[in-house]
């Protein structure tokens, strides 16, 4: 078996609870300096902005020391550097530390929070807001929950556990309910599994169904309906693919309420409208803990907006 090799520890502390920055410098390319393979690599950097972090000191290597433009290239080197965080809108929920020990931290995340740090979402992110709430660097995810989608992520103290949680994830060990609102259909006939194959391009929002092998099994279950045409149903995946639980929803004929994609969305609106949440929340994760051998399992305590409340989701 194929030893993984352990990543570096960085030479640069955390900003606001994101990690630097580490690119290792490939074995082919017609870079003479470290600053060339840099300028080419962040091309959607603002123009001279790669050039201001050389002369600022703020690129290092290994050891810490800044590394200047000029430096000759070299092969497999490793530097780090803090990119500039981007102008965020602040996510206004807070997230409710469901569980905590030694070894992990277990958290019922709002709508509208990122899981971990990527594209324009970076400070404002669970993994960064946990880090700087809680005073832990060390937190990694073990899994991700889709920004628009509440409920629970677990999360790992200790590096060198993380791959056990994630591997949990990875091999489907982990008993995962969801919960979700959407419109209530008499003519549909639940309970039942449904099996298709999903596909997601990069660049597309919207993820869609092809004919083929299924990839993706949702088991779907009515909890109960009301008076007003909407219905709360149990979700059950046997998969992970993206938006598994929305594309099923929505073939089924029922979408979830406040989805901006599915059926045919024109994708999330504006930044700071958290007026229209999804109504998707991940209910209750179970497993056996691969390194303390518990039985684990959690439950979140939420209630989906447009369940407690209906006049406010009257006719959507």
């Given amino acids: 078996m194929r030893r993984r090799t352990r990543t570096p520890p960085a030479p640069l502390p955390q900003r606001q609870g994101v990690d630097p920055v580490r690119v290792r410098l ?24 790669v050039a201001a972090m050389f002369e600022a000191g703020q690129v290092v290597g290994a050891d810490g020391r800044a590394v200047s433009a000029d430096a000759p290239y070299e092969p497999g080197m490793c530097v780090w550097f803090h990119r500039e965080l981007p102008a965020e809108v602040p996510v206004p929920f807070p997230l409710e530390v469901v569980h905590r020990d030694a070894h992990l931290v ?11 740090p990527r594209g324009t979402h970076v400070t404002e992110t669970a993994l960064a807001r946990l880090r ?38 990875r091999d489907r060990r982990v008993r995962k309910v969801y919960e979700a609102v959407a419109p209530y259909d008499p003519a549909l006939a639940l309970p039942r599994t449904v099996r298709s194959r999903i596909v997601k ?34 979700l059950t995946p046997a998969t992970g693919q993206t938006h598994q639980l929305r594309v099923h929803l929505s073939a089924l004929g029922v979408p979830i309420l406040g989805d901006p994609l599915y059926p045919e969305g024109t994708g999330p609106g504006p930044a700071g409208d958290f007026r229209r949440p999804l109504q998707l929340l991940a ?5 056996t803990d691969p390194v ?24 959507q």
């Fill in 283 to 287: 209910r209750e994760l179970e497993f």
């Fill in 201 to 234: 391009e990069r660049g597309v929002l919207a993820a869609h169904e092809v004919p083929g092998e299924p990839n993706a099994v949702t088991r779907v279950e009515l909890v109960e309906h009301r008076g007003d045409g909407l219905a709360r149903y149990r």
């Fill in 132 to 169: 700087r709430e809680l005073g832990v660097p060390t937190l990694g995810a073990a899994h991700r929950l889709d920004r628009l989608t509440a409920g629970l992520v677990l999360f790992t103290v200790r590096p060198e556990e993380r791959g056990a949680y994630q591997t949990l994830f």
């Fill in 26 to 49: 490939p074995a082919d390319g017609p870079w003479a300096t470290v600053g060339e393979h840099l300028v080419e690599r962040l091309s959607g950097a603002a123009p001279g902005a």
């Fill in 292 to 315: 303390t051998g518990v039985e684990r399992r959690f439950r979140s305590t939420r209630m989906l907006q447009a369940w407690s409340s209906y006049p406010d989701w009257a006719g």
């Fill in 106 to 116: 277990v958290v019922d995340k709002p709508h509208f929070l990122a899981t971990t």
